[in-house]
């Protein structure tokens, strides 16, 4: 079993910056791909960012060049650093992470409660 907890969200101005965080309660040594989600009001959840144990990284169209994603091992937290933030980045922002479950055999996708990013114009 893996906890996720975020947190870093809150209310930002258009052009301003924000740091979310992923802390798990299990080494991310031992986690596979790690991923920030977000869903705004009336939306689809939506793939906003991944990051392998490599350290290999994907963003989607709307943030590349904007957010960057990083992972930590020494203090197992997932970041999300998002600058010149827009009020279409508004959304709950949620954290994912993939676990191989050795006594099941398989992979397993365990998510965080979310937290709230509000961007003003």
């Known amino acids: 079993q893996v906890q996720l907890v975020e947190s870093g969200g809150g209310l930002v101005q258009a052009g301003g910056s924000l740091r979310l965080s992923c802390a798990s309660s299990?080494?991310?040594?031992?986690?596979?791909?790690m991923y920030w989600y977000r869903q705004a009001p009336g939306k689809e959840r939506e793939l906003v960012a991944r990051?392998?144990?490599?350290?290999?990284?994907y963003y989607m169209d709307l943030v590349r060049g904007r957010f960057a994603i990083s992972r930590d091992h020494s203090v197992n937290i997932m970041f999300l650093q998002m600058n010149d933030l827009k009020p279409e980045d508004t959304a709950v922002y949620y954290c994912?992470?993939?676990?191989?479950?050795?006594?099941?055999?398989?992979?397993?996708?365990?998510w965080g409660q979310g937290t709230q990013v509000t961007v003003s114009s």
């Open positions: 299990k080494s991310i040594q031992d986690l596979n791909d």
């Open positions: 990051i392998n144990s490599g350290g290999n990284t």
């Open positions: 994912k992470a993939l676990a191989w479950v050795a006594a099941s055999g398989v992979f397993v996708d365990y």
